[in-house]
């Protein structure tokens, strides 16, 4: 009853027009459905609102399509994009014959990651704080047909643009190719872009901290405080919300695609992750890197799974044009400290509370509930097990001479990879009922669907080679 009088209380105070029910699909893509404000009363905060599950992707047969977003009502912010003041609640969602959560909602399965977790006794929280990176354009084109397809992006802060004549000139400040990490404006165009992306996040309730240009010309982080899992996926999914939309309205627009130009740096979410137990941090210890043998024993695990979780964390085709070794992806399946061309680096830091695991080759493209509750799942088997994570590579692994990269293991190199190693390996997302078979296929299904459509397609790269053979 206080949450929803807290709620109600709200829409009261903000003269609230319209309650927005927001969900997540399997893919991870965030949708919509808005009540009106004379429908929303106690019953409904409790009860939740009826929706069609048969038009999401993977979900319900239209024989069976009735399912409940059920709010969380924690949750509860203002949309600071809609015209009429409106309430975004974070649903899950249920089946209605049952009241049970749905099996295939990726919010549920988050939540059942942390109860698994809690039913450990080690760790009653699992802590979680991603950084996705991203690319603002200010313009792009694409198009698939059956004779034809292209695609195009521009943005005036492309090396490409030097040479062009702009109705008020050309600054010729702009980064080059490899060359964008942190220069001051007005190299870095977009840091009031980024300014105004964290503002809003932070009126929407989530704890900010930083924002920075990245690596390649038009790519861009912000930064966030870390939260527990649930939580953390959906401060992840208001963020993406936030920086398209704010994108949009400076007439830009913003992608997570993590390979949407050729030969500079992809975009990467690096996710920082690390168990308590109350105010305990559990991976602080005295072994390498001041880690305990759980926190090694937690990369024994991811190490071991790594590309099973490729399933979540790289969920596209493009995201494996980002895993390229010589692009200076982290590819390598080795950990260290300080490390960044390691897949998994333990970030310095002199407080025990502070000490995580910094997973690096997840991309923004991953549904975020999936793919942490995939990652807490393969660290927890490694607890199980003791899984040994082998000893680290203190060494720039990019620089390896061949004779010892060859004993490196690497990430998966495709999609179709991705999926036939998780195909293979998905037994200890299965513990404690947290993954399901029905989810797995069903979520396999949609991506294999993404894999043979771009197998299938004849691409331009095919005629310049190709053609005349």
Not at 146 to 161: K, Q, R, W
Not at 278 to 284: E, I, S
Not at 313 to 334: C, E, F, H, I, Q
Request: aromatic share 10%.
């Amino acid at each position: 009853m206080a949450d929803t009088r807290k709620v109600l209380d709200m829409l009261k105070e903000h003269d609230v027009k319209f309650v927005d029910f927001r969900f997540t699909d399997l893919r991870g893509k965030w949708h919509h459905l808005a009540q009106h404000i004379s429908t929303v009363d106690d019953d409904l905060l409790k009860e939740g609102v009826m929706f069609d599950g048969s038009s999401i992707a993977g979900w319900k047969a239209v024989n069976e399509s009735d399912m409940i977003l059920r709010p969380d009502l924690e949750t509860a912010a203002l949309d600071p994009f809609a015209a009429q003041t409106s309430l975004i609640l974070v649903c899950d969602v249920l089946e209605p014959a049952s009241g049970q959560p749905y099996g295939r909602d990726p919010r549920s399965i988050a939540k059942r990651a942390e109860r698994h977790l809690e039913q450990k006794g080690f760790a009653d929280k699992a802590s979680f704080g991603p950084k996705a990176e991203f690319f603002v354009f200010d313009d792009v084109r694409y198009s698939v047909k059956t004779e034809g397809a292209m695609y195009e992006v521009d943005s005036e802060e492309g090396p490409y643009a030097s040479g062009r004549q702009y109705p008020d000139g050309n600054t010729g400040h702009r980064p080059p190719a490899k060359g964008g990490y942190s220069p001051a404006p007005p190299i870095d165009s977009l840091a009031d872009l980024r300014a105004e992306m964290l503002s809003v996040m932070a009126d929407m309730g989530l704890r900010v901290e930083k924002h920075h240009h990245e690596v390649a010309p038009s790519q861009n982080e912000l930064g966030f405080s870390k939260r527990p899992l649930v939580a953390a996926a959906d401060a992840m999914q208001i963020c993406k919300y936030v920086v398209r939309n704010v994108a949009h309205q400076y007439g830009k627009t913003a992608t997570f695609m993590p390979k949407p130009i050729q030969g500079d740096n992809g975009s990467g979410m690096n996710v920082h992750q690390s168990l308590w137990k109350g105010n305990r941090p559990v991976f602080a210890g005295n072994l390498y890197a001041d880690l305990s043998d759980l926190a090694l024993y937690y990369i024994g695990g991811i190490m071991r799974h790594a590309k099973a979780l490729n399933a979540f964390t790289n969920p596209t085709t493009n995201s494996y044009k980002r895993l390229v070794l010589d692009l200076g992806a982290p590819v390598l399946l080795a950990y260290s400290s300080r490390n960044r061309s390691a897949a998994c680096r333990l970030p310095f830091t002199a407080s025990p509370k502070g000490k995580r695991v910094e997973l690096r080759f997840p991309d923004g493209t991953a549904n975020p509930y999936l793919a942490f509750a995939a990652m807490l799942m393969a660290g927890l088997d490694g607890i199980d097990n003791k899984i040994d994570p082998g000893e680290p590579i203190d060494k720039n692994l990019y620089d390896l001479p061949a004779e010892e990269l060859k004993d490196v293991p690497v990430v998966c190199g495709s999609l179709r990879e991705a999926l036939v190693e998780l195909e293979d390996d998905h037994g200890f997302l299965l513990k404690g009922d947290v993954f399901d078979e029905d989810q797995i296929e069903a979520y396999a299904e949609l991506k294999w669907e993404e894999v043979y459509a771009l197998e299938r397609a004849p691409h331009p790269i095919e005629f310049e080679m190709y053609y005349s053979l």
